[in-house]
T-cell receptor, first 115, second 118 residues
């Protein structure tokens, strides 16, 4: 079975803290993605990575950074958390290079609250 | 720029009714992929279907069916004989293939919250 796991389901942090959200996939996928989901806005892409140590900005990268040191792990970093980063964060992965394999598999999400 | 519109924010029907979720997309690419995902109350998005831009055949999977029409840029999803377990938020999404290799994010619609009442 395809599996994407995220380190926490719920997280509460204070304004200004550095926050790490971890995502691990066991499918040997090349591509990994971070989205945030907000009511009325749907899912928006923050960053993605198509290979180890490679990263690309998505639609809303401001205030975030990412790290991909190993193929199976993709970390989202909030350098200085702010209240407007309170959201549900979803990690996903997909295969690369095969035009028939574009579907992304999602983790269960991390609901982050910044107070 | 690509865009996906799900005009129905919320739909409520009684069990066993048929229901159609609308999805309209915009893209300038000739090669693209369309997807539907289901997000049950547990929160995890579940992949339902992928359709590429060159394949306009409709698809049926059990009680689910999808109608892809390039002429109207629509990819609608119909649930026949709905059940309470179908209650979820459903997302339509678009991926443009010209970025190469699938290494690009999906553009999602805002989702339709489907409520099936017993």
């Amino acid at each position: 079975d395809v599996k994407v796991t995220q380190s926490s389901r719920y997280l509460v942090k204070r304004t200004g803290e550095k926050v790490f959200l971890e995502c691990v996939q066991d499918m040997d996928h090349e591509n990994m993605f971070w989205y945030r989901q907000d009511p009325g806005l749907g899912l928006r892409l923050i960053y993605f990575s198509y290979d180890v140590k490679m990263k690309e900005k998505g639609d809303i990268p401001e205030g975030y950074s990412v790290s991909r040191e190993k193929k199976e792990r993709f970390s989202l970093i909030l350098e200085s958390a702010s209240t407007n980063q309170t959201s549900m964060y979803l990690c996903a992965s997909s295969m690369h290079g095969d035009l028939s394999s574009y579907e992304q598999y999602f983790g269960p999400g991390t609901r982050l609250t910044v107070t | 720029a690509q865009k996906v519109t799900q005009a129905q924010t919320e739909i409520s029907v009684v069990e066993k009714e048929d229901v159609t979720l609308d999805c309209v997309y915009e893209t300038r690419d000739t090669t693209y992929y369309l997807f539907w995902y289901k997000q049950p109350p547990s929160g995890e998005l579940v992949f339902l279907i992928r359709r590429n831009s060159f394949d306009e055949q409709n698809e049926i999977s059990g009680r689910y069916s999808w109608n892809f029409q390039k002429s109207t840029s629509s990819f609608n999803f119909t649930i026949t004989a709905s059940q309470v377990v179908d209650s979820a938020v459903y997302f339509c999404a678009l991926s443009e293939a010209e970025s190469g290799g699938g290494a690009d994010g999906l553009t999602f619609g805002k989702g339709t919250h489907l409520i099936i009442q017993p």
